[in-house]
């Protein structure tokens, strides 16, 4: 008698252990991570080509009368910004999540 009540207590605690999930047995999936990457040295670039060139065609522009610094700073912001559009790039990665 006493040996069939001490296997019912332990087939019983093991339906209980079964039943109750735990943080191993969590089901992980792959989920896919992007973010957008760009480099420093494209825009800093962008900048000093875009100053060069707006001020070349600010000075030829407006013949020595101070266009040259207003086109290099509009040439400078307007690469600066290109540069930045054209060098951003997603980079991605695959995670494990719980």
Excluded: F, Y
Aim: charged residues 15%; proline residues 1%.
């Amino acid at each position: 008698m006493r040996n069939k009540l001490l296997a019912t207590l332990v087939c019983s605690a093991l339906a209980v252990t079964a039943a109750i999930p735990t943080a191993a047995m969590a089901e992980r999936h792959k989920v896919q991570v992007c973010r957008d990457v760009s480099s420093r040295g494209a825009r800093n670039t962008g900048t000093v080509l875009g100053a060069v060139g707006g001020g070349l065609i600010g000075n030829s522009v407006s013949k020595g009368g101070g266009g040259a610094l207003v086109g290099a700073g509009l040439g400078a912001v307007a690469g600066h910004q290109i540069a930045k559009h054209n060098d951003t790039h997603r980079k991605c990665h695959w995670e494990w999540r719980d």
